[in-house]
């Protein structure tokens, strides 16, 4: 990619998880929480290359809760929030990678950049042969809570700001966890975000991928969901 055709916009990036809260874990034991922040600090390297402005929610192995990560967005008002996550528990050997974007439900521009990074995210990530799995319904999605809002804290809180939450592969799967340490791997899906929030920023593009997600009833695993990454309690 040439030029600077996001320079001066500021784009919020979130490493899932950290510290106490390792995330998912794969079968030869490598962290979520290592992998998100590698991507996350390779994804600002080339935003920032070109022209834009990246904060990172957190930059080290620590714990920061969905409040204080949401606020940094909120406080910012960037272009876009990008939460990124690695996924666990799928449904079933997949012909290609079973990627999964959320976006906020009630947020057109977030629905937007949840098609794009979908997108981008499929054509990055698919030229690599393994053999990947997948939920029955992977793609640019929502899930509700049970009073009709955003499951996900970190989308119900960041309201006001487009914000999706990726799940770009599923760390559990033994051959997807050795690409997700693999630099060509994780090259090619900070790629992927970097190409997606460009063309947020710069065209109309709708995005695609969109399906309708089966409905869940059980709480989400530490893939990113709130069994994996949770506030302390209210004093």
Known sequence: MTGTPVTGATVVL?????????????????????????????????????????????????????ASRAAIATALTPVLFLSIHHNAEPDAP?????????????????????????????????????????DSD????????????????ILRRSAGVPAVLSEAAFISNGPEEALLVDPAFQAAEAEAFTRAVVRFVTT???GSGFVEPYPRTTPAGPGGGAGGCVDPPLA
């Open 14 to 66: 979130d490493p899932g998880h950290g510290g106490v809260e390792p995330g998912a874990r794969g079968p030869a034991g490598t962290a979520e929480k290592d992998v998100n922040l590698a991507i996350a600090q390779e994804v600002e390297r080339r935003l920032e290359a070109l022209g834009a402005i990246v904060v990172l929610t957190r930059t080290g192995d620590y714990r920061i809760t969905l």
């Open 94 to 134: 997949s012909l290609g990678p079973g990627s999964e974007t959320y976006f906020q439900i009630r947020d057109p521009a977030s629905k937007r950049a949840a098609g794009l990074v979908y997108e981008e995210l499929i054509r990055a990530l698919s030229p690599f042969d393994v053999s990947w799995v997948a």
């Open 138 to 153: 992977a793609g640019a999605k929502y899930r509700l809570a049970s009073d009709g809002g955003d499951y996900y804290g």
């Open 204 to 206: 109309a593009d709708p």
